[in-house]
């Protein structure tokens, strides 16, 4: 279980910003940062036991019939990729709390930061390939979120889109990859994928997969030619480039890589595709990288570049090589984190990132020179840091590295890549921080407090120790992931001198001195760099995208273009269609059940349906007319179940019918009341035809399902066998409702009361001002009113049936378990007996005495419900199995109690909630029109019949 | 014996009124007397059928019913009420103030005269705060 917590803990904890944000931003941080820390501790509880070289597994089964089950395993390499992820984001808190200013909403921040970092926890934990793709789609979502957290700006709206499109596309890609690796091996589960290297490798399969899965893994690990989103990613506020392209989404890539290093590397396909990208991504990236004024482009490209080292080595299918790039993965994290936050500190101070107008900040910002010192020297690859052990490791690697038969691509075209490296590390932190002071930044700046330079300081700490005593601070780190992701025992050995003997050093050497000269005469080679053209990613991308986008808004027009018509249309034609295809291709008998004799009654309750049907074709117009013949088809309708014995079908059909028609006139009253002419003949005719086919279809179906016995045993048989014996009630429909289909209904009562608050906040929008707004304000009677609204027959008559009216619902429920009523039917009988008070009395006047929140009402339906599920699981058996016994108190007979009761009363109160909500919604428009508010029940109160008051005498005189 | 032919007698009593109450409706010439007849006859008549129905339960059966009871309170609850709001509707739409007899008081017709319900601007207790127009 814990594992899986682990996984589901920044879920949970993304609901904590939001509330604490209201505790102030401190607060607000804190709970996030504990939260992580939490799921930390948690991750640094199992690891004693994965560097022993154990696995530790968590399975719950979620959908086995589709091999999705939520399995989590904890290697190695999840414990090195959960790691950083949870500690970098554990120093990204703590940095953005400093970070955002006041006037960005922090709460939505945090919770975007740890729907991601859970995201990526599940990634590097899911033991299940099809969670994994789960997992991975989440993380193009959430990251979607946080590039795109500034809203307000357009490149961060586009940079967020464009990361979506290709990592999301790319996502698309891995799932069939996926889809084919889970189909040669026979299961989902990674841990049993893992073990049939052999048969994947033969299988036919292969290539496409491999190129699937790798496209996925390219497009998150932004390698050539999918690099061009993650520079443009950075339009996000710095914590977020921080966090997603030194450890955590970009990485997600490699993980992947290197999750499925054990199945398939070490084939030729691998190499070439793997190791060429990597090696073409770290070379182009690196040169483009020096190039950059940006600072924070210059490192997301250096960013780029390093993800292509790392994949280079991975492709190389060594288990040096996989080691290597473990290493490198670590070192990268803790320099490029450092780096993108220090960027974002002289960003924060200086008011830009512009090196062209930055310079000489070592006077003005020590402390941030000084770690943006120790991390740019380990990003050039220079003694004693860390970064220099991992880059010498990976000179050395591509050293004996053959490339189609060449000896020399693969080192010259590394140190090229290396060379470029220390150049651009050099310029970012020459032409930031060394020279002159200025005078003309755009803000005088200094260094900031400690919370925003901790977490960058202590990342450049663990650079430096890395560095000085690698084998004692991450070699066993090392070793672990690498054993995992080569299935060997490993044992590292990281040493800073190989001797003068060894390539890498000269290599080394140098790329250190060409890149020093390669700085040297930096302007000159801007110069030319700017006046080359170059292809423009974004324009590629945004001439690939538009038409794809004009084109899917062309089909969507053609296909939702919003009218109901053209849906039902399309819907009709091809379900009939269909029908008559399967009608017409199968053999068919005439059915074998005898027709029953018409008879008389349901002859003329048939003929009723037919004529008010047609009827209401012929009047559609007329919606008042409209809305009575409705009611009719309700009634004959609800006749129609009393008479095929379904009395609480009948009983639901006219409240429902009764409701409804109150609240529609209540509508209407702020509706035009005849239809305009829309359609042509032409149309009319088109849709007559479709109409009538549809239903003859309708009508044909049911008639050969009428005339013949059911192919299967019908489930009818079990539920009126079990309903008392497992539901403890008689009335099967009722039992069906809150037991054996108890989940649909809690469903369906989730749902109405979602229907419910959605008129209220669709009232609530038009209130709020708008067209619509001032259309009400404007409103003036499109008919004379009536003189008395309050009737004071109708007053007296409903009062007096409001408490028979209460009795009847509450003995509707009650008897709802073995008779004909239940929850929903006496929802709907209260809530028309309340109606009837607010139209006879008026809504003012009745709702001064009622002191319910018709918003609680349906709140507490739901949560009485779900109570009830969950009670349940106290019980040991599953959601919703209900229970019941029998209970003597004297001096009533025995009675039984059933906690189906108790789940009817939380139906009973989402109903009565949602129609009462429908009806104060109604009202709140009333209001807005104008509608008086009354204080009297009554206009008319025969109390007030004496000598009369002014404005009422002048009026009797007018007559 | 006796009980049956008050039984049959009440049955017959009762389609005769209904006969003619459905007879009233198609024969009379306008609305307001039309009116009469289903609100009235046609009371008398179903009320007949249920007092027959529980005279037979009664003697024959040997139980007390009371769902007819129910009926008829029901019946003359709806009934009075139905019958004021289509009359109310009518004189709406159709009628004016000369049609109509004088009412004797000083009030007019409730139905013409314009409301004087006491009525306030604002209302105390509904869930939406008091709004300025101009607040948008």
């Known amino acids: 279980m814990s594992l899986a917590l682990i996984a589901a803990l920044p879920f949970l904890g993304a609901l904590l910003p939001g509330l604490m944000i209201r505790a102030g931003r401190n607060a607000c941080a804190m709970t996030t940062g504990f939260v992580t820390a939490l799921a930390l501790l948690m991750l640094g509880l199992h690891a004693p036991a994965v560097l022993r070289g154990e696995v530790i597994q968590t399975r719950i089964e979620w959908l086995p019939g589709l091999g999705l089950n939520a399995n989590f395993f904890l290697d190695g390499l999840g414990l090195l990729f959960a790691g950083l992820i949870l500690g970098i984001g554990l120093l990204i808190i703590l940095y953005a709390r400093f970070y955002l200013s006041k006037s960005d909403p922090m709460g939505q921040f945090y919770t975007y930061l740890m729907l991601f970092q859970g995201a990526m926890v599940g990634i590097v934990l899911s033991d299940n390939i099809l969670l994994l793709l789960v997992f991975w789609e989440l993380t193009s979502l959430s990251s979607f979120l946080l590039i795109g957290y500034w809203k307000h700006l357009p490149e961060g709206r586009q940079g967020a889109r464009m990361a979506l499109t290709v990592t999301g596309a790319g996502g698309l890609a891995m799932i069939a990859g996926m889809l084919i690796l889970g189909n040669i091996a026979g299961s989902y589960d990674l841990t049993v994928i893992l073990q049939n290297k052999e048969a994947i490798q033969a299988s036919e399969w292969y290539l496409p997969a491999l190129i699937l899965i790798l496209l996925g893994a390219f497009t998150k690990s932004a390698q050539f030619p999918f690099h061009f989103w993650l520079p443009h990613a950075m339009a996000a506020p710095t914590p977020v480039s921080a966090y997603l392209h030194s450890a955590t989404m970009v990485k997600a890539g490699l993980f992947l890589m290197a999750r499925m290093w054990p199945v398939l590397a070490g084939t030729p396909e691998w190499f070439y595709i793997v190791a060429t990208t990597g090696l073409v991504t770290m070379v182009l990236a690196a040169k483009i990288a020096l190039f950059k004024d940006d600072l924070k482009a210059l490192l997301a490209f250096s960013t780029v570049s390093h993800l292509g080292l790392i994949t280079m080595l991975l492709g190389f299918g060594t288990k040096a090589a996989a080691t290597v790039a473990m290493f490198h993965i670590i070192n990268h994290a803790t320099f490029k984190a450092a780096l993108f936050m220090s960027a974002g500190i002289v960003d924060h101070e200086a008011h830009t990132r512009d090196i062209k107008r930055l310079g000489g900040l070592r006077h003005l910002m020590p402390v941030t020179f000084a770690i943006a010192l120790i991390a740019s020297l380990s990003m050039a690859g220079i003694p004693p840091l860390n970064g220099f052990l991992s880059k010498e490791m990976m000179l050395e690697e591509t050293a004996h590295t053959v490339w189609a038969g060449s000896h020399w691509l693969m080192p010259v075209l590394a140190t090229l890549g290396a060379l470029f490296s220390v150049a651009y590390s050099f310029r970012f932190l020459a032409h930031t921080f060394l020279g002159p002071v200025r005078d003309d930044y755009p803000h005088k700046p200094h260094d900031p407090g400690f919370g925003m330079w901790a977490a960058p300081a202590l990342l450049a700490a663990l650079v430096v120790i890395i560095g000085l005593v690698p084998m004692t601070a991450a070699g066993w780190l090392v070793d672990a992931a690498a054993g995992a992701v080569t299935g060997e025992p490993v044992a590292a050995k990281i040493k800073h001198w190989h001797g003068l003997g060894s390539p890498a050093l000269w290599m080394s050497v140098l790329a250190v001195g060409g890149g020093l000269m390669l700085l040297a005469s930096h302007a000159r080679l801007d110069a030319i760099w700017n006046a080359t053209p170059r292809p423009e990613a974004k324009r590629i991308f945004d001439g690939i995208v538009e038409p794809l986008a004009a084109l899917a808004r062309r089909v969507t027009a053609i296909s939702h273009d919003g009218s109901l018509t053209r849906y039902l249309a399309i819907a009709t034609v091809t379900i009939t269609a269909l029908g008559y295809y399967a009608w017409a291709t199968a053999d068919h008998g005439t059915g074998t059940r005898a027709l029953t004799p018409i008879q008389t009654v349901p002859a003329i309750g048939w003929f009723l349906l037919v004529v008010s049907s047609l009827a209401l074709v012929a009047f559609h117009r007329n919606r008042l007319l409209t809305l009575v013949l409705v009611g009719v088809i309700g009634l004959m309708v609800s006749v129609g179940f009393a008479y095929m014995s379904a009395p609480d079908l009948a009983l639901t059909q006219i409240s429902v019918e009764v409701a409804t028609v109150i609240l529609l006139l209540l509508a209407l009253n702020f509706l035009p009341k005849t239809t305009p002419v829309e359609s042509s003949g032409g149309r009319k005719l088109r849709d007559g035809l479709i109409a009538a086919f549809g239903g003859t279809g309708v009508g044909v179906l049911i008639y050969a399902l009428m005339t013949r016995d059911f192919a299967f045993p019908s489930i009818a048989e079990y539920h009126l066998a079990n309903s008392y014996k497992e539901g403890g009630g008689t009335n099967v429909v009722n039992v069906i409702l809150v037991d054996f289909r108890g989940y649909d209904t809690f469903g369906e009562i989730t749902v109405l009361g979602i229907g419910a608050i959605v008129i209220y906040a669709l009232t609530e929008a038009l209130l709020r001002g708008g067209p619509a707004n001032d259309r009400l304000l404007a409103w003036s009677p499109d008919q004379r009113r009536a003189g008395d609204r309050h009737p004071l027959m109708l007053v007296v008559a409903t009062r007096l049936m409001l408490p028979v009216a209460l009795i009847v619902g509450v003995y509707i429920f009650l008897r709802g378990h073995n008779m004909p009523g239940g929850g929903f039917i006496a929802g709907l009988v209260v809530a028309i007996a309340l109606v009837m008070q607010y139209m006879a009395s008026g809504f003012a006047w009745t709702q001064a005495r009622q002191k319910i929140d018709y918003h609680a009402l349906i709140g507490a339906g739901v949560l009485i419900a779900a109570a009830t599920g969950i009670g349940a699981w106290f019980n040991g058996v599953p959601f919703l199995t209900s229970d019941f016994g029998y209970v003597n108190i004297w001096p009533l007979e025995e009675f039984e109690l059933a906690t189906a009761a108790l789940f009817d009363l939380g139906v009973f109160l989402t109903v009565l909630g949602a129609v009462m909500l429908a009806l104060a919604s109604l009202s709140r428009i009333a209001i807005r029109a104008g509608e008086t508010i009354n204080v009297d029940a009554f206009d008319i109160h025969p109390e007030n019949d004496g000598p009369r008051t002014e404005p009422a005498t002048t009026t009797t005189e007018a007559r | ?136």
């Open chain 2, 1 to 136: 014996m006796i009980a049956e032919i008050l039984i049959s007698a009440l049955l017959v009593m009762a389609g005769i009124f209904g006969l003619v109450g459905s007879f009233g409706l198609l024969k009379l010439p306008d609305l307001m007397t039309r009116l009469h007849a289903p609100t009235k006859a046609t009371t008398v008549g179903v009320g007949g059928v249920l007092i027959a129905s529980m005279a037979y339960f009664l003697i024959f059966e040997g139980k007390l019913s009371w769902h007819e009871l129910l009926i008829t309170l029901f019946l003359l609850l709806t009934a009075p009420i139905t019958a004021n709001f289509i009359a109310k509707a009518h004189i709406h739409r159709e009628m004016t103030a000369r049609d109509l007899p004088v009412t004797g008081t000083e009030r007019d017709w409730a139905t013409l005269m314009p409301s004087d319900e006491p009525v306030q601007p604002v209302m105390n207790r509904v869930d939406e705060p008091p709004r300025q127009v101009s607040d948008h």
